[in-house]
């Protein structure tokens, strides 16, 4: 089964929160991940606040073309509990 971003929420500098389609949440801080010339005009937070979800990738993206796979995004990503 293929995992696909939900939600994506800017949470402050280069951290968000990534919500996947089986129900787990995950912080993922992107400071150490922007590099090469997709990923570095994702270093002005601007850019970089402009994330959302692909409707057709199931991931996110931003305006220049610069995306994460959703399984990357898992795996590098902190959990957060859902609160009840």
Request: proline share 6%; no cysteine.
């Amino acid at each position: 089964m293929f995992l696909h971003v939900t939600e994506v929420r800017h949470l402050g500098g280069y951290a968000l929160r990534v919500e996947f389609d089986n129900g787990a949440s995950k912080v993922v801080d992107f400071s150490g991940e922007l590099h090469g010339e997709v990923f570095e005009p994702l270093r002005d937070p601007e850019m970089f606040r402009r994330a959302a979800v692909d409707p057709e990738t199931g991931t996110v993206a931003w305006p220049n073309g610069a995306d994460f796979a959703p399984e990357f995004l898992f795996e590098i990503g902190r959990a957060v509990q859902h609160s009840a």
